[in-house]
C-alpha cells in the first residue's frame, strides 16, 4: 500500500530535550516536506527536499533541521526544543513538489512542556 | 511569493444542501491549484487539482472547483452535501520555478453539516 509513515504520532516532550520525528514514503517520490499545523495558522512549510541531499527552507524553519540521505526518508529533528513548537506536524511527498499531489502522512502531535 | 486567502473560517450547512467554499490567490502568473480536505484525526486528501485547460475541474466525492483567472478565485463546490463532508478544507497554491518548488496552503475552512 501507498503510503507516508510518521513516528511517534504522539509525543510530550521537555524544553531541550533533542528529538527526531522520522518520516518514510514508499512510493518513490523525488519530493519531500515537512508542514506544522496550528489553530487559525494552516500548514506552513518548515522543510522540503527536491531529492536526496538536496533539502531547503521552508516558511518556518527556525529550530528545525533536516536531512535526506535516502530518498524514502526524511526525518524532522528538533534539536533544543522550546514550548511554541508544540504543534501537529505532517510529512508529505510527492513526484514533482508544487505542481504535484501530496501524499501526507497521518500526523504527529508534538506537546514540549 | 504566493499566498491564499480562505476568507471562511467556519460553515455550516444541512444536509443536502449546496456547498461553495471561497479560495483566492495572489501570484503573477497562473499557479498550479488545489484543494484538499482533513478528516479529523487524519491527514490532507487531495479532492482535486488545476493545471491549466478547462476551467471546471471535477474532484473526488462529487466536488468540483471553477478557476476564474479575472478573479484570482478557485472555489470549491458541491450540489448536495453529505453528513460525511464534515472537515476541514485547505486550498493551495502550487509554483514551480526552475528546480525550486513550493506548495502555500490556505488557512483552512471547517464545515460543519447538520442533519
Known amino acids: 500500500e501507498a503510503q507516508v509513515t510518521q513516528n511517534p504520532r504522539y509525543l510530550i516532550t521537555v524544553t531541550g530535550k533533542k528529538l527526531t520525528v522520522t518520516c518514510s514514503q514508499n512510493m518513490n517520490h523525488e519530493y519531500m516536506s515537512w508542514y506544522r499545523q496550528d489553530p487559525g495558522l494552516g500548514l506552513r512549510q518548515i522543510y522540503y527536499s527536491m531529492n536526496v541531499e538536496v533539502t531547503d527552507k521552508g516558511d518556518v524553519p527556525e529550530g528545525y533541521k ?48 | 511569493a504566493q499566498s491564499v486567502t480562505q476568507p471562511d473560517i467556519h460553515i455550516t450547512v444541512s444536509e443536502g444542501a449546496s456547498l461553495e467554499l471561497r479560495c483566492n ?37 462529487g466536488f468540483e472547483a471553477e478557476f ?48
Open chain 1, 66 to 113: 533536516v536531512s535526506r540521505k535516502e530518498k524514502r526518508n526524511f526525518p524532522l529533528i528538533l534539536e533544543s526544543p522550546s514550548p511554541n513548537q508544540t504543534s501537529l506536524y505532517f510529512c508529505a511527498s510527492s513526484f514533482d513538489g508544487g505542481g504535484g499531489e501530496l501524499f501526507f502522512g497521518e500526523g504527529s502531535r508534538l506537546t514540549v512542556l
Open chain 2, 25 to 61: 490567490y495572489s501570484y503573477g502568473a497562473t499557479p498550479y491549484l488545489f484543494w484538499y480536505v482533513q478528516s479529523p484525526g487524519q491527514g490532507l486528501q487531495l479532492l482535486l487539482k488545476y493545471f491549466s485547460g478547462d476551467t471546471l475541474v471535477q474532484g473526488i466525492k
Open chain 2, 68 to 115: 476564474k483567472r479575472s478573479q484570482s478565485s478557485f472555489n470549491l463546490r458541491k450540489p448536495s452535501v453529505h453528513w460525511s463532508d464534515a472537515a476541514e478544507y485547505f486550498c493551495a497554491v502550487g509554483v514551480v520555478r526552475g528546480t525550486a518548488s513550493k506548495l502555500t496552503f490556505g488557512t483552512g475552512t471547517r464545515l460543519q453539516v447538520t442533519l
